[in-house]
């Protein structure tokens, strides 16, 4: 894991962090409607999406005189790349574990 990587999973180690992802699924959004979706004040958003900008999961673009939130897809591209090195070798380790020691080798 990277850096890079750490600080994603850093982010999104918090759970309304998380929620916001999930809320940006749809498309990019201003702050102020992704407030309206949360029980916590739209300078807490703020902070939230900082956190989230910071670590590359979110970008933001002036929109008029607001700025919207979206995903930035590298990123995830990223972290899939993370979790399938994972996958990968946890398969691989299940898969010894299950079919044991083959005909001729040593334990």
Do not use: C
């Not at 201003?30 to 300078?43: N, T």
């Not at 700025?67 to 899939?80: D, E, I, K, M």
């Amino acid at each position: 894991m990277n850096s890079y990587q750490e600080a994603q999973l850093d982010a999104l180690g918090d759970s309304t962090r998380r929620a916001i992802v999930n809320q940006l699924l749809t498309g990019p959004m201003p702050v102020g409607k992704l407030a309206e979706r949360f029980p916590i004040s739209r300078p807490a958003i703020s902070q939230h999406l900082r956190v989230l900008k910071e670590a590359g999961l979110v970008l933001d673009e002036a929109s008029g005189t607001r700025r919207l939130y979206g995903l930035n897809p590298r990123a995830f591209a990223s972290l899939r790349e993370y979790f399938d090195e994972f996958w990968n070798q946890a398969l691989a380790a299940f898969k010894s574990t299950v079919e044991g020691p083959q005909p001729g080798e040593e334990e």
